[in-house]
């Protein structure tokens, strides 16, 4: 398991300490008076396998937050699964789910290839969440 890099714990900070407060962050996050729960470093399985920010609203609507301070790379669609799995087996209420995956990562462009990586995840887990959203942190 990779350990967070200061720029993500700060990243982290900033999202939990804003919402609510920042509008450029409602989109990511869902707007404050819609949230029945928002926390961060959630604990998903065994280990160090931990949630950067996960947020529920009132209509059911999941959102598993990545942050990363590093290039795109396929090891965190994997992360991304893992913990998409975990929702589904654990949290329990509500039954009927939408799960919307977010990847934030510093300042980075995608490639074609990765853009197909990501379209490839998207089909595949359709059948329970939302396409994977990226947002490139700007």
Request: hydrophobic residues 35%; aromatic residues 10%.
């Amino acid at each position: 398991t990779k350990t967070q890099s200061k720029c993500e714990a700060e990243l982290e900070y900033f999202f939990i300490k804003n919402i609510g407060f920042d509008e450029r962050l409602d989109p990511i996050t869902g707007k404050l008076d819609e949230l029945s729960f928002f926390g961060s470093q959630i604990f998903a399985g065994v280990g160090k396998r931990r949630i950067d920010i996960l947020t529920i609203s009132k209509e059911n609507k999941i959102r598993l937050i990545e942050l990363k301070d590093e290039e795109f790379s396929e090891y965190q669609l994997n992360q991304i699964k893992k913990y998409i799995l975990w929702i589904r087996q654990y949290i329990r209420e509500p039954k009927e789910k939408i799960i919307l995956p977010i990847l934030v990562i510093n300042d980075c462009e995608l490639s074609s290839s990765d853009l197909e990586k990501i379209k490839i995840f998207n089909e595949q887990n359709k059948s329970y969440l939302k396409n994977l959203k990226f947002s490139n942190g700007k």
